[in-house]
C-alpha cells in the first residue's frame, strides 16, 4: 500500500473514532439525564406514599366501628 492510500485509511480511521468519541458523549449526557430522571421520580414517589400514609393514619381512627 503506498503513502498516499494508507494516509487515506488512516484519516478514514480517525475520523471513525472521532464520531465513536462524540457518540459516547451524548450517551453519557443522556445516561445521566435518565439517571436524574429517576432520582427525581423515586422521590416523589417516597413523599407521595409517605403524604398518604399520613392522611390514612389521620382518618382512620375515624373509620373503626364503634363498640356495642
Not at 478514514?12 to 429517576?38: D, G, P, R, S
Amino acid at each position: 500500500m503506498d503513502n498516499e492510500r494508507l494516509n487515506s485509511v488512516i484519516q478514514m480511521a480517525e475520523a471513525h473514532l472521532l464520531n465513536v468519541q462524540n457518540e459516547l458523549q451524548k450517551l453519557h449526557a443522556t445516561k445521566q439525564e435518565v439517571e436524574n430522571k429517576i432520582s427525581e421520580y423515586n422521590k416523589y414517589l417516597k413523599d407521595s406514599v409517605d403524604d398518604v400514609r399520613i392522611v390514612k393514619d389521620e382518618i382512620e381512627p375515624l373509620n373503626t366501628p364503634m363498640p356495642e
